[in-house]
């Protein structure tokens, strides 16, 4: 840098005008090229250093978004997904989801749509602080260049990876969700909430009865959790305008972004997500396991059982997780913004 000044001073003692127009020329062009490639760098998938404590903050912010938006649409997919066959449809339960929605708020209120929710909203920060950090540390993993972008097929298996570690915390807050769930306003209730449910499981048959139904979690979230993060990641860069960095993108690309993800990936995990739900909530002794599960399912109602509450599913799908993860990115900003170092 020192020799560049000193030819750039001769220049402009003997071509004081030349030299001034090449001069900011120069300037120009260096400036442009850094820009430059500081936009390419982050598009072509350089990743800012991780921090465990702000994605835990903000994973818990994002996580109460996809809650609060989801959840009661969660509760009647439940209870679609668990009713008894019935021979015809006048004696179902419910007829579909509107009617479940409409039986459910003249029975129990509105406040009968949250059943079940300080289960998952206790668990519901450190649960997307895993998984944001274990995608995150999926994608570190692999990285052997921070020049060169990931594969789609190692974003995929880094989104695996944040579905092996949440199951530790999902699998019991959604045996003591669904178990609530289930229970119908207007008679006794088993359960008096999550904490009673909790202690009345561990006392019955121990840690077992609370992490019932793990396996079929597992089945359920390490794939479709690979394909989340994958169009998630694919539909931020494929949104962003070219010349822009993908922090830049707006709120309403990262809502599109999110919702389609979120809609992608419950259309690979319903089907586990179905025989999960009426595993977890089945009498003792009544299934020998997932198997055991899918053959008395596909005998007693055909491959449709495993699409219950397709609708519902598919209706929360797109709002919660259009929620959760502006809900991230938002308070991952102010994070940055507030405490850079942190």
Excluded at 298 to 306: I, N, V
Aim: charged share 15%.
């Amino acid at each position: 840098m020192l020799r560049v000044r000193t030819r750039t001073k001769v220049r402009l003692g003997d071509r004081s005008s030349g030299g001034l127009q090449e001069l900011v020329r120069h300037t120009g062009a260096v400036q442009a090229a850094t820009l430059g490639s500081g936009h390419a760098g982050e598009r072509m998938g350089n990743e800012p250093r991780v921090s465990p404590l702000k994605n835990f903050v903000a994973g818990g912010v994002g996580g109460a978004c996809l809650l609060l938006a989801g959840h009661p649409l969660d509760t009647i997919k439940v209870r679609l997904q668990t009713q008894p066959k019935a021979s015809c449809a006048q004696y179902v339960v419910y007829t579909g989801t509107y009617d479940c929605f409409r039986k459910t708020v003249s029975k129990e209120g509105l406040l009968g749509l949250y059943k079940g929710m300080g289960a998952p909203l206790v668990g519901v920060a450190p649960m997307m602080a895993i998984s944001f950090f274990g995608f995150g540390l999926g994608k570190q993993l692999q990285q052997t260049d921070s020049g060169h972008p990931l594969t789609h097929a190692q974003i995929f298996l880094s989104g695996c990876l944040a579905g092996v570690f949440t199951t530790v915390i999902v699998a019991p807050g959604e045996r003591i969700k669904c178990l609530l769930q289930v229970q119908a306003g207007g008679g006794v209730s088993k359960y008096s909430g999550p904490l009673d449910c909790a202690v009345r499981l561990y006392k019955e048959q121990g840690i077992r009865s609370v992490y019932k139904g793990t396996v079929l979690t597992l089945i359920r979230d390490v794939p479709s959790n690979g394909l989340y993060f994958l169009t998630y990641e694919y539909l931020k860069n494929l949104l962003t305008p070219e010349g822009q960095s993908v922090s830049q993108l707006g709120a309403a690309y990262i809502l599109l972004a999110g919702g389609v993800a979120g809609l992608l990936n419950w259309t690979i995990a319903l089907p586990p997500d179905v025989l999960k739900s009426n595993f977890q909530t089945a009498a003792d002794g009544k299934y020998r396991g997932l198997a055991d599960v899918l053959r008395t399912l596909l005998r007693e109602e055909g491959p449709k059982a495993l699409y219950k509450g397709f609708n519902a599913v598919f209706l929360r799908a797109f709002p919660a997780n259009a929620a959760c993860f502006l809900g991230f990115e938002v308070a991952l900003k102010g994070l940055n913004w507030l405490m850079p170092s942190w």
